[in-house]
């Protein structure tokens, strides 16, 4: 109840309650190497939505952050912020919050000039200064801190500074750039929550660049997966994972079973080293490459594991494997598999409830044809 | 009892160098004092004729001057340059780096005679001013020409300490302050500057104590009429011999620099001899 109110109150006075839309048409940054850093991206993130960037190193979304901010110039595209084109606008006019890994606190300013500092920029009188320092350290619970200087602060609290500072004249949007790459694990989730919670109560848009899946899948509403200066695929955390559209995406989130395939036809089965599979029509990738070139992905937690043919039913795929390891997880645990006559590694979670596996045991994995995910390789 | 002893031990490889120091410093300095102060008997009249004797203030007044001009000059010199190497690649870094240090890699006698030849009546300097329809410029014996000179000799001093602060400064601070509102200038002001301050005031104070002991560049370029108060002090030993006179004026000199590097260690942080240096940093931080 108390809980509610506090949120309304801040909402009502730091957060402007709408996010802003930010539109990507045709975004390319091109430093003359051999490939473009951004390759002709499209994306629009929705007015209030927590958007991440995920990706490995080197696959543009910091670029793309970075074009965003303002502070790359674009080499080809247009960016809109609530549909005006802000391609030529220097960043200090566009307003937008940044947040950065190593948390950029200016260290000759105490914490309190530190957040009143893009107010100050803005000439917001003094009074109204004082106030919404106060509020916003409230927010990022760092109340009392106000003189403190940022070197005497521990990493979190330093990049709650940030936080502060960068919410703190309600931006048109926040921009966050691995902010919890430099913290430590427990208090990198300690601050997923606390950024979330923020998320909620300010109700901007967010635009958060991360390389680490789970803290993707943790926050976002909706992830734009980058590969090599191209998006991959944008879908909530659940799409992404459930139904990938190419195998980057499948084997960037989460583990999997994969089983590269020829082209796929129209038929109702596929053939993998003799073997004949079933297939779910709707579990077919829409991505035009699937025609030319497939894969079957089957998650470690859809795979059963059988002694012997005879135990697996009528329609589910199955494939013959020998456990090659097995990892001991507490309420489950994890077979490594060689599988097949060219030995690849696969997985399976069994429960512990089910028997003893012993490495060299000869079995036999099998899964439904509708919980294996047919995607372009 | 053992903590003491290897405190004590600790001191040890200090020995040396406070030997030396102590040899070839401290005792000359305390005998120049007690002469300065001794007539035979303890007198101040030696102090009291460098505020009477009319020549002495005007030298001082001159000598500060001309430091302090070196000083904003090499600043105004040094604060781009410095900044510029730090944004190049580590090859032109090498460059820009010895073509500011070759002042210090050339002979003292060398350097102001070269100063001589560009300054004089009918050099390469009046004749470039010739052209551009700027007649009798004169700085060969004059103030200006001095100040030239030892800039030239002075700015590695600014550079070095600057180069060092400048180049740990973050430039994510300044892409922050971009996001945050700030125009690059108001950026620069706002945030460079001040991180910058600690080696600023560590290059301002070594150009400046430096800059007021020079001889060789006044006694070349200068004119006697203009002497600075090393050319006084060397007048008065070598010339007149009046050694207690002499011991009086550098007594003075000693703690007008004392006085200047004590008042810069509280405003503008930890100023060590190159400019290692710690910025606008609260001092109780380790």
Redesign the interface.
Known sequence: MTRQTTVEATGSRLGTGLGTEIRLEGVTKDYGLAAPAVDDISLTIEPGEFMTLLGPSGSGKTTTLNLI???ETLTEGTISLDGADVSAV???RR????L?Q?Y?????MTVAQNVA??LR??KVPKPEIARKVAEVLELVQLTGRDDT?P??LSGGQQQRVALA??IV?EPKAL?LDEPLGALDRNLRAALQTEIRRIHREVGSTFVFVTHDQEEAMNLADRIALFNNGRIEQVGTPQQLYAAPETLFTARFLGDSNVFELGAVGTGGTVAWEGESWGVDPETVAAHPGVRAAGAIVVRPEDVEVAGSRDAVPVGANAVRASVRDVEYMGSYRTLLLTVGERGLLGRARVSALRGEYAIGDEVVLWWRPRAQRIVAA | MSSNKIRWSGWLPLVPALALLAGVLLVPLGKTFVRSVSNPDLTLANYEHLFTDGVTMTVLGRTALTAATVTVAALLLGYPYAYLMTRVGPRARGILLVVVLIPFWTSVMARNFAWIIILQDGGPVQSAFELIGVHDVVLYGTNAGVTIAMTQVMLPFMVLPLFSTLGSI?R??L?????????PT??FW??FW??SRGGVMAGVMLVFTLSLGFYVTPALLGSPQQSLVAQLLAQRTTLLLDFAAAGALGMVVLVITLVLVAWANKVGGTVSALGVVA????KE?V
């Open positions: 901010a303002g502070f220097p960043p200090h307003n937008l919050g940044m950065f190593n950029a606190l200016f260290p000759h500092y893009p920029e803005r200087h070197s005497r500072r960068a004249f921009l | 973050d994510k601070l892409l922050a302050a971009r996001g945050l509102g700030s125009s108001a950026a706002k945030v001040p991180l910025t606008g940093q609260p931080r």
